[in-house]
């Protein structure tokens, strides 16, 4: 069975920085493309990062390019998501999710129903 368990969420002053995690077991993260994302009250899910199986290719949202990082840490089966000069509108609930199963044909991570397993999330709030 696949649990994916998201933490380091908590409330931080705009600018600040957050350091997420993703924790998974049942499945091992270096074969799995792992997806951050993020939904905040009244809106839609959204895409935020990715990094592939391999951890050789990562993407962005555009919204958070250039102030987001993710990273694997695969002896931990660890996924971060380093957030840095955060925003009151980065202010959401945190989702990591992994896809397990190849890409047989185009990579596509920025969609909630490429993703085979979710976790529970974890909340960020920006304070202005």
């Known amino acids: 069975q696949v649990q994916l368990v998201e933490s380091g969420g908590g409330l931080v002053q705009a600018g600040g920085s957050l350091r997420l995690s993703c924790a998974a077991s049942?499945?091992?993260?270096?074969?799995?493309?792992i997806g951050w994302f993020r939904q905040a009250p009244g809106k839609e899910r959204e895409f935020v990062a990715a990094?592939?199986?391999?951890?050789?290719?990562?993407y962005y949202a555009d919204s958070v390019k250039g102030r987001f990082t993710v990273s694997k840490d695969n002896a931990k089966n660890t996924v971060y998501l380093q957030m840095n000069s955060l925003k009151p509108e980065d202010t959401a609930v945190y989702y990591c999710?992994?896809?397990?199963?190849?890409?047989?044909?185009?990579?596509?991570?920025?969609?909630?129903?490429?993703?085979?397993?979710w976790g529970q999330g974890t909340s960020v709030t920006v304070s202005s």
């Open positions: 990094i592939t199986r391999s951890g050789g290719s990562t």
């Open positions: 999710a992994a896809r397990v199963r190849p890409f047989w044909g185009a990579v596509v991570v920025d969609t909630v129903d490429e993703y085979d397993y």
């Open positions: 049942g499945c091992t993260l270096s074969s799995s493309t």
